[in-house]
């Protein structure tokens, strides 16, 4: 696609791979100047502790998502989130 030619990026359980990263910027390219960019992933996604640690463990042993670093690279890129919704314990949405 060019540069600025989409009005609206999905990304749908599309975020699996190691490099979100990547993604994140292809849709930042591809969007137009106010352009809405639509997020729902699997809260399991997101459980790596920094610099490769163990992730932290929540309830049962389970570990425990941490999406500040995810929300921090949205950021950077220039994306605001209007809308995140963490009602779900599997899924979460970023509007």
Request: charged share 25%; glycine share 12%.
């Amino acid at each position: 696609l060019e540069a600025a030619s989409a009005d609206v990026v999905v990304f749908s359980l599309a975020l699996m791979g190691t490099d979100y990263g990547s993604f994140l910027e292809e849709a930042a390219r591809v969007l137009r100047y106010k352009g809405w960019l639509w997020i729902a992933e699997v809260r399991s996604r997101f459980t790596g502790g920094p610099g490769g640690e163990e992730p932290p463990q929540g309830k049962q042993g389970v570990p425990k998502e941490d999406l500040k670093p995810f929300l921090k690279c949205l950021g950077r890129l220039g994306f605001n989130v209007d809308t995140l919704d963490t009602t779900s314990n599997t899924m979460f949405f970023v509007a």
